[in-house]
């Protein structure tokens, strides 16, 4: 079952992904009306390529990621998370965060595009809000201090660990 959800969410990725290319390109085409329907065509069609591998790419790491889930398990939310140190170099616009993290129902996962970094249990952790940093230690030890990209994730994550007994 959560493997077809993940084909499902995989080609409705790739969908959206190929229709916005194609629509913008001919939004910007023809809203200028400086070019021809068929010049619009030939800048929509390499857009459209280009639409398509980037889907494709994310469809594949949602693959993957899906892949990893135990049965039963649910993934409550998925987290941007920003390079922990500031010499790192960011990730090209089209390649999306490099790191993500992973609220499921049963723990929270780290992962570096389709690489699972660390997953561990809920009852082995101790989730801390630090102002705007969120603070994962396991069994006593740091697993790691995150700056979460999307406003409110720290809040969302404390909240989702709250519901499953961590302190």
């Known amino acids: 079952m959560d493997e077809d959800n993940a084909v499902i969410r995989r080609t409705r990725t790739v969908r959206v992904t190929v229709s916005a290319g194609i629509t913008g390109a001919t939004v910007i085409g023809l809203g200028a ?11 929509a069609l390499p857009a459209t390529g280009l639409a398509g591998w980037t889907g494709s790419r994310i469809g594949r790491i949602d693959g993957i ?18 390079p922990p140190y500031t010499e790192h170099t960011p ?5 999306g965060p490099q790191y993500h993290l992973r609220v499921t129902s049963r723990g929270v996962e780290m992962w570096e595009r389709a690489e699972l970094l660390w997953k561990h249990p809920w009852p082995e952790l101790r989730v801390i809000v630090d102002s ?3 603070r994962i230690h396991h069994l006593g030890q740091e697993a790691g ?15 989702a660990a709250q519901r499953h007994g961590v302190a």
């Open 33 to 43: 009306g400086v070019l021809p329907w068929w010049q619009v065509l030939a800048l």
């Open 65 to 82: 990621r899906a892949a990893r889930l135990e049965p039963g398990e649910r993934v409550i939310g998925t987290y941007a998370v920003r």
């Open 91 to 95: 990730p090209s616009p089209h390649e």
């Open 132 to 134: 705007y940093r969120l």
């Open 145 to 159: 201090t995150m700056l979460l990209e999307q406003p409110g994730a720290v809040a969302e994550v404390r909240l």
